[in-house]
């Protein structure tokens, strides 16, 4: 797993992408991990899915061996998002970048909603593995 050098969070968040990453595709990929500011998603998000406005998380899947994916997050919406939901940032990141870490893995919910299912089941599965 790669990232960007502003990454200042616990090196279990890598961990566990790794853990779920190797998981799901049986082997091992590199993703590069991006933290950007609600501007900088807002742009991607309507660049890449024609949606205005910021959102936390954005996976792209390129299926290199050099860069396998990258992941943008965006750590205000994801503050915002765990007091809405009531949660620790800490969970909140690490519900985000499992979610994400599915989506490398294949895993869709927008596009083929029949998948929707099992993504989440996947989801909540991991998440009661890694939540303490």
């Known amino acids: 797993m790669i990232f960007n050098e502003n990454f200042e969070y616990d090196e279990r968040f890598l961990e566990i992408m790794d ?19 609600k501007d900088e998603i807002a742009k991607l998000n309507y660049k890449y899915r024609k ?3 910021p959102t936390d998380v954005l996976t792209f899947v390129y299926g290199d061996d050099d860069l396998y994916a990258e992941i943008f997050v965006c750590e205000e919406i994801v503050r915002e998002n765990a007091e809405k939901f009531s949660n620790t940032f800490y969970d909140e990141l690490l519900i985000v970048l ?35």
Not at 115 to 130: I, P
């Open 19 to 37: 853990e779920v990453l190797k998981n799901e595709l049986k082997k091992e990929v590199n993703v590069g991990l991006v933290f950007v500011d």
């Open 51 to 53: 949606i205005k406005g």
């Open 98 to 132: 499992i979610h994400a870490a599915l989506h490398v893995a294949g895993y869709d919910h927008e596009y083929d909603k029949s998948e929707a299912e099992l993504m989440f089941k996947k989801q909540d599965e991991y998440l009661k593995k890694y939540l303490e």
